[in-house]
């Protein structure tokens, strides 16, 4: 056991995460190079999510690429829950969801749980709910996923097919289990202990809806686990494949330590904000430079705690090369912070133009991707 205290469920992230200590937690698997050379195979080319390790673990996803290959429908399944505006950190796993969905031409099914997020949240109301999914499906469809593919469903809205399989998933599911699995405590709310049952549905979904074989693999952060552990052991009592997983560390947010969250608003980067407003916020952020220049030139700095750096290596700079040399200069006190503030500002600020003008056109073309009863 590592001596840091950390904690990671899907509501909450406390604590500097020991993401390799996490493996074994939740019992998953590290990515390794053969894996990531079957899905360069697949794709033509390795995402830099992948390349750079922030997509590190998964569930048999060599079991989910063997169905593909073997003619077995390979279906994606992602998802929100829309208690705010979307930050950069939500993007992650739908970046890498639309590079899979290119490879492996595959159907996706996109969930927004508005009832999760009523039921955990005291302070959000439905009204506040129904705001945000309305926000928010905007920007899943400005990822750019193939409209004839991609089946984006509520909970609160597309519930009857839904419904039908939770009760299913849930009569095999018992309190202990959803106790040791999620940390309920007495005062849990009795829509939160049930709701486990729910995202687990979409697993199974398109077994159901198109009455055929599926495999279904999960794009997500690794925070999402917990509930594939209660949908792989119910699915072979319903007669399903057990869903695959493919998992991401948290990205930052722009202050010290610390996933990005939206209860951190000033060390978010929401996808509504505007270009000037994120470029302030990097120009802010924390980094591993020294008080001084003249420190930094003698000492040099820190790429290995450095926020800016982190996202230039993991998203934002996808150049090897380039971001070798970075790391290099920065240690070595030839690249100064604000040279690294202002390449990933202009990426940043580059970025979201281009997403809010795909948001904009989002606008008329929710109805090709609502998958409704
Ligand atoms: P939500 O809305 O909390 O998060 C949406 C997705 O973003 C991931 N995520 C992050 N990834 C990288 N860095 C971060 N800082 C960061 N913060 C959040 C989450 O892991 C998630 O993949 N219960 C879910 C909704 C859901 C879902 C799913 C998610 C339903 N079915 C299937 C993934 C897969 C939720 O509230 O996600």
Known sequence: ???????????????????????????????????????RGHA????????????YAHREIGDWMDSY?????????????????THLGHLIPWIL?????????????????DDEKYLVDQELTMEDIHRYTKDNILDIIAVGFD?????????????????????????????????????????????????????AVPCFLPQVLEKRDAHVLIPCAIDQEPYWRIARDVAPKLGYR????????????????????????????FLSDKPEEAVKKVKNAFTGGQPTIKEQREKGGNPDVC????????????????????????????????????????????????????REAAKKRVDEFLLKE
């Open 307 to 358: 926020v800016i750096y982190s996202y230039l290596y993991s998203l934002f700079d996808e150049d090897d090369r380039s971001v070798a040399e970075t790391y290099r200069a920065c240690k070595a006190g030839e690249r100064m912070c604000g040279e690294c503030k202002n390449q990933l500002a202009d990426k940043v600020a580059a970025f979201l133009k281009e997403h809010q003008r795909r």
């Open 242 to 269: 057990k869903p695959a997983g493919i998992y991401s560390k948290f990205i930052p947010g722009l202050g010290a330590g610390g996933k990005m969250s939206a209860s951190m608003p000033e060390t978010c980067i």
């Open 97 to 113: 969801t639309k590079y899979l969905q290119d490879a492996f031409g595959s159907d996706l099914y996109f969930q927004i749980t």
């Open 147 to 199: 409209p004839r593919k991609t089946r984006v469903f509520t909970d609160l809205t597309y519930t009857k097919e839904q419904y039908n399989i939770a009760v299913r998933v849930a009569k095999h599911v018992t309190f202990s289990t959803a106790r040791a699995t999620f940390g309920f405590t007495d005062s849990s709310n009795i829509g939160i202990i049930f709701f486990p049952a729910i995202q």
């Open 44 to 55: 033509g080319s390795l995402h830099v999510l992948l390349r750079r390790k922030v997509f």
């Open 69 to 85: 290959e073997k003619g077995v429908k390979a279906v994606l399944y992602t998802g929100r829950g829309p208690s705010g505006y």
């Open 1 to 39: 056991m590592s001596n840091n205290e950390f904690k990671v469920t899907p509501w909450e992230v406390k604590g500097e995460v020991d993401y390799d200590e996490l493996l074994k937690q939740f019992g998953v698997e590290p990515l390794n190079d053969k894996l990531l050379e079957r899905l």
